[in-house]
């Protein structure tokens, strides 16, 4: 009796384990960015500089990442459509926001290539997600529906690459 290891179920609880993973970082480093920065913000005279706090809150990555990895976070307590297609989206987001960073000019080689491999790693994940098991066993999404899907979380993962994109490119001032 021989069982297989590498199972849609088996694969999908690996890739939301990932997220979970990721989130409780992202919100532990959020709590502790936003304690320190309160600090910072308290002033030595008595006075409270808020727009600082809430600047650097924002704009120097500490909501934002949050309220971003909570799209997957959700999508991975949803079995359908919606929540496959957020999780999905969100894995494209990672390679569109990586991809922005990928100019072999400004890098290091070897911070290049492990750039490379995370990319690489992240669109193996989208392959994975798009396997019949997964796609059609679980989310109950078929092959015609397929290309739609896909096209729709590309476009999600776009625009939140683009909306984070303009929030660090542009500042309050």
């Not at 999908?12 to 532990?28: D, G, P, Q, S």
């Not at 959020?30 to 320190?36: L, T, V």
């Not at 000019?105 to 392959?127: D, K, T, Y």
Request: a positive charge.
């Amino acid at each position: 009796m021989s069982k297989k290891l590498f199972t849609g179920i088996n694969i999908l609880l690996a890739i939301k384990t990932l997220v979970l993973i990721l989130f409780i970082i992202m919100l532990i480093h959020s709590c502790y960015g936003i304690q320190n920065d309160y600090w910072l913000a308290n002033n030595y005279d008595g006075s409270f500089n808020f727009v600082l706090l809430i600047d650097r809150m924002i704009f120097r990555a500490y909501v934002l990442p949050i309220l971003i990895i909570l799209l997957p976070v959700i999508g991975i307590f949803i079995n359908n459509k919606a929540g496959w297609v957020l999780l999905t989206s969100y894995f494209y987001f990672l390679v569109f926001n990586g991809a922005f960073r990928l100019k072999m000019g400004e890098l290091m080689p070897s911070i290049f290539f492990v750039l490379l491999g995370i990319l690489l790693f992240l669109a193996a994940i989208i392959f994975l997600m798009n396997l019949k098991t997964i796609r059609n066993d679980i989310y109950k999404i078929s092959k015609s529906q397929q290309i739609m899907h896909n096209i729709f979380a590309t476009i999600v993962g776009i625009i939140i690459t683009l909306g984070v994109a303009i929030i660090h490119n542009y500042p309050p001032s």
